[in-house]
């Protein structure tokens, strides 16, 4: 099962966010993201409905879900919710578009977030699958690039010059890599810019945690 949350920010313009669009089993639109989705209908809408005009809550009032709930945004609503549409034992890809663009506080927190939902499932197992307990798999792609969670050392293929980001949230963890071309083996991770703007140097690379701990790592395409 194929899964799109399309939040409120930019929406994609790149062909792999659209493409994604486009063949997904479901789509589940932000609060007013509707209005912006080309191509097809949403499945469902969910959020608070703040911002969905009132011609467009009568339009859509069979697909809407609302959640008036203040303690998260209508993108971990939308996640949540897309978590119970997995059936129990069944897989599930779940990619988070247009999160990013507007005001910079949101789009931080935003992308932030998938560590919180990644840790709601389970640890990651299998880092470059990315699979998930429970068979789910989370990412946020956006018009640059793809963030992807990870909670331990793993190994990725790649193409040489990939542009790679290290975003770690425990200033204690040290990283071991293989494969980049600025090594990050004496690189303290204080600050969330201290793993970013790396590249790959062959196909393949590697990082070895020195504990398990909260990561996002983006892929530029």
Known sequence: MNIVILADGNYPAASYPLQLLQTADIVICCDASVL?????????????????????????KEIIIHSSCQETNDQTKAFSFALGLVPEGSCADIHILGNTGGREDHTLGNI????????????????FNNRMHEGIYADIVTDHGIFTPHYDSFTASCRKGQQISIISFDKTLRIKSKGLLYPTDDAVFEFWWRGTL???????????????????LFRQY
């Open 36 to 60: 912006k989705l080309k191509g097809r209908r949403p499945d469902y809408i969910v959020g608070d409905m703040d911002t969905l005009d009132q011609v467009h809550k009568e339009k859509y």
């Open 198 to 216: 790396n590249e790959a140097a062959g196909e393949s690379f590697s990082l070895e945690f020195s504990h398990k701990a909260p990561l996002l």
């Open 112 to 127: 932030s977030l998938l560590m919180e939902y990644t840790s709601r499932v389970g640890d990651v197992i299998a880092p």
